[in-house]
């Protein structure tokens, strides 16, 4: 597997290339955003991993180019940790966010997590619907009274993992070991950015849910 890193921090890129490598992956590398969109449609990666704060280009921007044309995940890797920054790099199209400094076993947990394929629907069910919206789980397509709605791979996924259990309460737990592999993951309110940010898509009133619930204290809840 193909994984570009994008940071104008060598001491970080020679890190991660020496570890990505000795675990499988083939790393290519960038040291700011304008040649991190050359790489990209050169080398044509399978994962992209994004700094934000690059020379010529920064990473909000990079995003808004790449996902002009490529579908590959992309991971933001930043020093920045304000909601507001990881908000915007979710929108541009980014998804998953880390924040530096980041130990190296979660990093590769969320790189095995946006890698592999999704197991087959447990409601048996082929689609869910709730209010507008129509989630089929066979073509992985989501829509909105009749409008196609994008979600990234990790919208998906917890989209997904709630709709294959319509009613019933996903701990915060399973969630995080569906996404990132994990349940050792530290959930430093990415599972709340990401519900906030499927509310913003598909509730009618996404400050009032009526259909994607927080348990609080235990996980989240999809009611159909």
Known sequence: MKLLIADDDPQLVRALRITLAAHGYEVVAAPDGAAAIALAAQAHPDIVLLDLGMPHLDGVQVIHALRGWMTAP????????????????????????????????????????????????????????????????VAKAVSR??????LTPTEW???????????ALVTR??????????????????????????????????????????????GYRLVV
């Open 145 to 150: 009274a009749g409008a196609h709605v994008h």
């Open 173 to 218: 737990q399973e969630l995080l070991r569906e996404l990132w592999g994990t349940d050792q993951v530290s959930d430093t309110g990415y599972l709340r950015l990401y519900m906030s940010q499927l509310r913003k898509k598909l509730e009618a009133d996404p400050a009032a849910p009526a259909h994607l619930l927080t348990e609080q204290g235990m």
């Open 157 to 167: 996924r917890m989209l997904e993992h709630l709709a294959r259990h319509p009613g």
């Open 74 to 137: 992309i991971i933001v890797v930043s020093g920045r940790t304000g909601s507001a920054d990881k908000v915007e790099a979710l929108d541009a199209g980014a998804d998953d966010y880390v924040t530096k400094p980041f130990q190296m076993d979660e990093l590769l947990a969320r790189l095995r997590a946006l890698s592999r394929r999704s197991a087959p629907a447990e409601s048996g069910e082929a689609s869910i619907a709730f209010g507008d919206v129509t989630v089929d789980l």
